[in-house]
């Protein structure tokens, strides 16, 4: 149980472009769901935290309107890179939580801009 | 402020051997307490949790970890590894209340010799 999924699991995309990046939560209600960043050999940084039905709320310095996050249902979060630049290139890893305090987290989506 | 602490970047142990990963955590409130398990490009897998109860918690793969309020720890443990351990693991806090958010440590990387 506690099933979470990422797609895509890889992008490559011309800069400018945008990307959306699905999180769902297979097997149980995810009413909350995070989205985190993670640079190679560093720890996991905390971008937003999304409840569904409401508002993301951003970490701080991360651009709101950059990352846009959308958690339309219990089981779905989306992120969408818009404007992508090489800058942005990264490893994104989503969490979702139902109503303990465990966090579970999807395999990470690796995007790269050219 | 709330933070984790993993004193050790890099280990390196024998197969067979035991094994011994450092965590420690400042936080005023009593802590939600988690391992992760990373391996290379992929997401983060849940080892084992501390809430509340016995502070000697059994994982999955054969780990364990224990809380001891008094050093504010909570290191990981394992009597033999077996080269398939070899990932990046990863300390957490879980901060009470209704955020759900986790706080990370700069992780550990688990090398074993065959």
């Known amino acids: 149980g506690a099933v979470v999924s990422q797609h895509p699991s890889w992008v490559i995309c011309k800069s400018g472009t945008s990307v959306k990046i699905e999180c769902r939560s297979l097997?149980?209600?995810?009413?909350?769901m995070f989205w985190y960043r993670q640079f190679p050999k560093q720890s996991l940084m905390l971008m937003a935290t999304?409840?569904?039905?409401?508002?993301?709320?951003?970490e701080q310095g991360v651009e709101k309107d950059k990352f846009l996050i959308n958690h339309a249902s219990l089981t779905l979060s989306t992120l969408t890179v818009t404007s992508a630049h090489p800058e942005d290139s990264s490893f994104y890893i989503c969490s979702a939580s139902g109503t303990g305090e465990t966090q579970y987290f999807g395999p990470g989506t690796r995007l790269l801009v050219l | 402020a709330q933070s984790v602490t993993q004193p050790d970047i890099h280990i390196t142990v024998s197969e067979g051997a035991s094994l011994e990963l450092r965590c420690n955590y400042s936080?005023?409130?009593?802590?939600?307490l988690f391992w992760y398990v990373q391996s290379p490009g992929q997401g983060l897998q849940l080892l084992l949790k501390?809430?509340?109860?016995?502070?000697l918690v059994q994982g999955i793969k054969g780990f364990e970890a224990e809380f001891k309020r008094s050093q504010s720890s909570f290191n990981l443990r394992k009597p033999s590894v077996h080269w398939s351990d070899a990932a990046e693991y990863f300390c957490?806090?879980?901060?009470?209340?209704?955020?759900?958010?986790?706080?990370f440590g700069q992780g550990t990387t688990l090398q074993v010799k065959p």
């Open positions: 999304s409840n569904e039905g409401s508002k993301a709320t951003y």
């Open positions: 501390y809430f509340s109860g016995d502070t």
């Open positions: 097997d149980f209600q995810a009413t909350t």
């Open positions: 957490a806090v879980g901060l009470s209340g209704n955020t759900g958010k986790l706080i």
């Open positions: 936080y005023g409130a009593t802590p939600y």
